[in-house]
């Protein structure tokens, strides 16, 4: 058993950087790992392999993500047997998102002790409020407003805002349909384009340096971690 959060991060990021060696082919540059609960993120930086970057350059960047979606698929038990293995930790959820033009990925896992704080309102921090504002109207023009917005930061340089309650009936449909890969594929540049056109970066504390996002269709939530660029 790991007996400290640095502990935890450290090994985790050890474990990551191997895992995804051994089944990508080639492991991420640096693997990042905060642990705060109700939450464990996992920021990988300089991640992607020459095919990929082939099929990057041939603007094939579906092809990419899709084979991802079927690797991840594979990893994530793994994952989560792991953590539950070496440092007590219970994943309720696992969601994950990539960004090709910057190489860089993000994992997201839910605490299973955390899912009931998902309920309650996480604690304050400057500009929450304008930040759910932003959240909000980026939504409304993306699908619809909200249900409920939360967010929480995990420390300085990462912020998790959760959604719930924002598909709208056609998104609904295509999800029983079995377009839930194709869904989400589609939703994530549009939503990150929207984000990048808020307010954001006035409110927070420094400008954006990526921006992650998955859904749980299933349960209509999403998150959305942003990553802030170091203060100079």
């Known amino acids: 058993m ?8 450290s090994q985790l990021a050890s474990y990551i950087g191997k895992l995804l060696r051994d089944h990508f082919g080639k492991g991420p540059g640096s693997v990042f790992v905060s642990v705060k609960n109700p939450f464990i993120t996992i920021y990988l930086k300089e991640f992607v392999t ?17 084979t991802r ?6 990893l994530i038990p793994e994952i989560k047997e792991y953590l539950s293995a070496n440092a007590g930790f219970s994943i309720e ?11 860089s990925g993000m994992i997201l896992g ?12 996480w604690e304050m921090y400057p500009g929450k409020e304008n930040v759910h504002k932003e959240i909000i109207r980026m939504s409304r023009h993306a699908e619809k407003t909200p249900m409920y917005v939360d967010s929480f930061y995990l420390n300085d340089r990462t912020l998790v805002i959760m959604r719930t309650g924002i598909l709208v009936r056609i998104e609904k449909e295509l999800i029983k349909s079995g377009f839930e890969e194709e869904l989400k594929i589609t939703k994530r540049p549009l939503e990150k384009n929207l984000i990048r056109k808020t307010e954001l970066e006035e409110i927070l504390p420094s400008s954006i340096e990526n921006i992650f996002l998955d859904w749980d269709f299933n349960a209509d939530i999403s998150f959305i971690v942003i990553i802030l660029k170091p203060n100079k």
């Open 2 to 9: 790991m007996n400290n959060i640095q502990s935890v991060q």
């Open 110 to 121: 839910v605490l299973s002790e955390g899912k009931a704080s998902k309920e309650k309102t």
């Open 50 to 66: 020459p095919v990929e970057q082939v099929l990057i350059n041939q603007d094939k960047q579906t092809n990419v993500e899709k």
């Open 93 to 103: 959820e696992v969601y994950y998102d990539w960004s090709l033009d910057t190489k």
């Open 69 to 74: 979606d079927y690797l991840m698929m594979e």
